[in-house]
């Protein structure tokens, strides 16, 4: 899959929006006149967030990685759920399951699945890098360089004397 590049969302943070999506259709569904689809949809995605390992989980069940695709099947079945026949559905209750859908595809789509050890290993390399690029040059390199500059001066007065004789 295709890296998106730019800043991302921490795990923790798509957790919890995640409880609040399903919060919000539960909570929906006590003023519906038909609350089970919604309800039944909010549940399944609080316990979707429930049990990704993470900071946030409640019961840490599955993987990041797992949960990424978890995700995926959940926001079709949100999408299911709104056009389904089976089950009475009002119109704002669909109209709420579609919003909900593609508010979990822009958190879904910029959120860090990765898992916590390869982050931090990734850190780690980040910071070995700013350092190597931001660091005070050593004393030796200060010296070599400060040799060449030393070496190329006498260089250039050597020259300089030299085509002064040759003018005399």
Excluded at 26 to 37: D, E, G, L, N
Excluded at 48 to 63: E, R
Excluded at 93 to 116: H, P, Q, V, Y
Aim: overall charge positive.
């Amino acid at each position: 899959m295709v890296a998106i590049e730019g800043a991302q969302r921490p795990f923790w943070m798509h957790q919890i929006v995640e409880y609040l999506i399903g919060l919000v259709l539960i909570a929906a569904s006590f003023q519906a006149p038909k609350p089970m689809v919604p309800a039944v949809m909010g549940m399944l995605i609080m316990l979707n967030a429930a049990i990704a390992k993470g900071p946030a989980s409640a019961f840490p069940l599955v993987g990041r990685t797992v949960h990424r695709w978890l995700d995926v099947l959940v926001m079709l079945l949100l999408v299911v759920a709104m056009f389904q026949p089976a089950f009475d559905v009002d119109s704002t209750g669909r109209l709420l399951l579609g919003a909900m859908a593609f508010g979990m595809f822009f958190i879904w789509l910029n959120s860090d699945f990765s898992e916590k050890t390869e982050r931090r290993q990734d850190k780690q390399q980040q910071k070995a890098e700013r350092r190597a690029r931001l660091a005070r040059p050593g004393s030796e390199e200060i010296g070599k360089k400060a040799g060449r500059f030393v070496g190329g001066g006498v260089n250039a007065a050597k020259r300089f004397q030299g085509k002064m004789k040759g003018r005399q």
